[in-house]
């Protein structure tokens, strides 16, 4: 595993720990929750991804460390930023240790806000949604819905150091990463950008039972949105909806829109949408 370290420099001299895998596991306290935020892109974009830490009901935090990890080679972590809240300990300064690297599944973090950690140090107070981390993330794969998970990888233990240097485990809910696919109208078989029952019944039914030409969009050719292209069953449910008030195809529809199940196996390369 290769991975890119970052350090910041230190005033003074602080350790971690002993081998935390030694130490007696202990149980997630809910007055204590990590939580990632989600985003949404198209393959090659990059987008940011927010770390937070909610404790109104818990003691102040002097020190944490996490890894968030996505087990994907379809997003990959680029760059890193601390959270607004932490930029502000220390007179602006920032946090005195900060240690950040990236490994093939993610990334891992450990900051402690005064070092050495001994009374009188700072603390993050109490609140809801304090922002730990920003993480950059650059988007390689195809549609589909990417979790992002806290882990405890190498030299990151999943913990919090409060206030009166006690270490509890946070509660963790994992975020998302969505890489979108090509917009299209549900049911536009024939890829001209809008939806006419007829028209593209037809050229369904002739795709299935005369070798006519495929749809530009599978995802679009499904037009009851079930999941699945079925010729004849798709075809019918437009005519359906034109000449005898049938249900609508779902969403995208009437108007281009993104395809809701970016994780769907039929995909869309190409489309009629401007």
């Given at each position: 595993?290769?991975?890119?370290?970052?350090?910041?420099?230190?005033?003074?001299?602080?350790?971690?720990?002993?081998?935390?895998?030694?130490?007696?596991?202990?149980?997630?306290?809910?007055?204590?929750?990590?939580?990632?935020?989600?985003?949404?892109?198209?393959?090659?974009?990059?987008?940011?991804?927010?770390?937070?830490?909610?404790?109104?009901?818990?003691?102040?935090?002097?020190?944490?460390?996490?890894?968030?990890?996505?087990?994907?080679?379809?997003?990959?972590?680029?760059?890193?930023?601390?959270?607004?809240?932490?930029?502000?300990?220390?007179?602006?300064?920032?946090?005195?240790?900060?240690?950040?690297?990236?490994?093939?599944?993610?990334?891992?973090?450990?900051?402690?806000?005064?070092?050495?950690?001994?009374?009188?140090?700072?603390?993050?107070?109490?609140?809801?949604?304090?922002?730990?981390?920003?993480?950059?993330?650059?988007?390689?794969?195809?549609?589909?819905?990417?979790?992002?998970?806290?882990?405890?990888?190498?030299?990151?233990?999943?913990?919090?150091?409060?206030?009166?240097?006690?270490?509890?485990?946070?509660?963790?809910?994992?975020?998302?990463?969505?890489?979108?696919?090509?917009?299209?109208?549900?049911?536009?078989?024939?890829g001209d950008g809008q939806f006419s029952g007829l028209t593209d019944?037809?050229?369904?039914?002739?795709?299935?039972?005369?070798?006519?030409?495929?749809?530009?969009?599978?995802?679009?050719?499904?037009?009851?949105?079930?999941?699945?292209?079925?010729?004849?069953?798709?075809?019918?449910?437009?005519?359906?909806?034109?000449?005898?008030?049938?249900?609508?195809?779902?969403?995208?529809?009437?108007?281009?829109?993104?395809?809701?199940?970016?994780?769907?196996?039929?995909?869309?390369?190409?489309?009629?949408?401007?």
């Amino acid at each position: 595993m290769v991975a890119r370290i970052f350090l910041l420099p230190l005033a003074g001299v602080f350790v971690l720990g002993a081998d935390v895998s030694l130490l007696a596991q202990p149980q997630p306290d809910p007055d204590y929750v990590l939580s990632a935020g989600s985003a949404q892109g198209d393959p090659g974009d990059t987008v940011d991804i927010s770390c937070f830490l909610s404790n109104p009901n818990g003691q102040a935090v002097a020190a944490f460390s996490y890894g968030l990890c996505d087990f994907t080679d379809a997003v990959e972590a680029i760059d890193f930023q601390l959270g607004g809240e932490l930029l502000q300990l220390n007179g602006g300064a920032g946090p005195d240790f900060v240690s950040f690297s990236f490994f093939d599944e993610g990334f891992l973090l450990n900051v402690v806000f005064t070092t050495p950690l001994a009374p009188p140090f700072e603390v993050l107070n109490p609140g809801v949604d304090n922002e730990l981390s920003v993480i950059t993330y650059t988007l390689l794969g195809g549609p589909s819905v990417y979790p992002l998970s806290y882990c405890e990888e190498g030299a990151a233990a999943l913990f919090l150091t409060l206030e009166d240097l006690s270490t509890v485990l946070p509660q963790a809910t994992s975020g998302a990463i969505t890489i979108a696919g090509a917009p299209f109208v549900r049911g536009d078989f024939d890829g001209d950008g809008q939806f006419s029952g007829l028209t593209d019944g037809v050229a369904s039914l002739a795709f299935q039972f005369q070798g006519g030409a495929p749809p530009l969009c599978s995802e679009a050719a499904d037009t009851d949105g079930n999941g699945i292209y079925q010729g004849l069953v798709d075809a019918v449910y437009g005519l359906q909806h034109q000449f005898l008030s049938g249900p609508p195809p779902p969403a995208p529809y009437p108007d281009c829109g993104a395809d809701p199940d970016p994780g769907s196996s039929l995909g869309c390369d190409q489309n009629g949408c401007p």
